[in-house]
T-cell receptor, first 114, second 111 residues
Framework: DGGITQSPKYLFRKEGQNVTLSCEQN?????MYWYRQDPGQGLRLIYYSQIVNDFQKGDIAEGYSVSREKKESFPLTVTSAQKNPTAFYLC?????????????FGNGTRLTVT | SQQGEEDPQALSIQEGENATMNCSYKTSINNLQWYRQNSGRGLVHLILIRSNEREKHSGRLRVTLDTSKKSSSLLITASRAADTASYFC???????????WGAGTKLIIKP
């Protein structure tokens, strides 16, 4: 079955440590996205990538980094510079632009930093 | 500021009743999308409606779009317990790859 796999489902880290969240898709989609979701709020875009080896900052990129070395993979690193990293992180992909193409989401990674 | 804002924030109805959620937005759009999110899971796409469309159906879902009022509604008919979820609208952002999301409507279907 085609889809997006995020791992791990839960992640716990100490403050000051970098952590990398995995996102893999086998839908052959060109575009991939990382969103952050906080309780009672809408999704906020961290980074997106339209094509391999290219990515763009979203609305809240500070303290995060990404890479897109393969079409299938778009890992997100939450660095120690991110002031409030505890959140639910969602990865998504789409065939074309998110304006015209439905987003397909993974089931998220819940990150807790203490 | 948020482009899409859902109303109400929460809605609790009996199974079998219809549920209506609304989304308002501020600027002109090309498309508007509705998504569902079950607790602790990813979002699932429901319907995309284009700015030149007024109404769209998918099974028990009906979406309307009123561009003059900058608003959309999602109607779920004959609700079921499995419809319990949060529902989000998303509209065009600053680029073709950026959507702006509302805070969602939390729908609870009571058996």
């Amino acid at each position: 079955d085609g889809g997006i796999t995020q791992s791990p489902k839960y992640l716990f880290r100490k403050e000051g440590q970098n952590v990398t969240l995995s996102c893999e898709q086998n839908l052959n989609h060109d575009a991939m996205y990382w969103y952050r979701q906080d309780p009672g709020q809408g999704l906020r875009l961290i980074y997106y990538s339209q094509i391999v080896n290219d990515f763009q900052k979203g609305d809240i990129a500070e303290g995060y980094s990404v890479s897109r070395e393969k079409k299938e993979s778009f890992p997100l690193t939450v660095t120690s510079a991110q002031k409030n990293p505890t959140a639910f992180y969602l990865c998504a992909s789409s065939i074309g632009s998110s304006y015209n193409s439905p987003l397909h989401f993974g089931n998220g990674t819940r990150l807790t930093v203490t | 500021s948020q482009q899409g804002e859902e109303d109400p924030q929460a809605l609790s109805i009996q199974e079998g009743e219809n549920a209506t959620m609304n989304c308002s937005y501020k600027t002109s759009i090309n498309n508007l999308q509705w998504y569902r999110q079950n607790s602790g899971r990813g979002l699932v796409h429901l319907i995309l409606i284009r700015s030149n469309e007024r109404e769209k159906h998918s099974g028990r879902l009906r979406v309307t779009l009123d561009t003059s009022k900058k608003s959309s509604s999602l109607l779920i008919t004959a609700s079921r317990a499995a419809d319990t979820a949060s529902y989000f609208c998303a509209t065009d952002g600053n680029s073709n790859y950026q959507l702006i999301w509302g805070a969602g409507t939390k729908l609870i279907i009571k058996p």
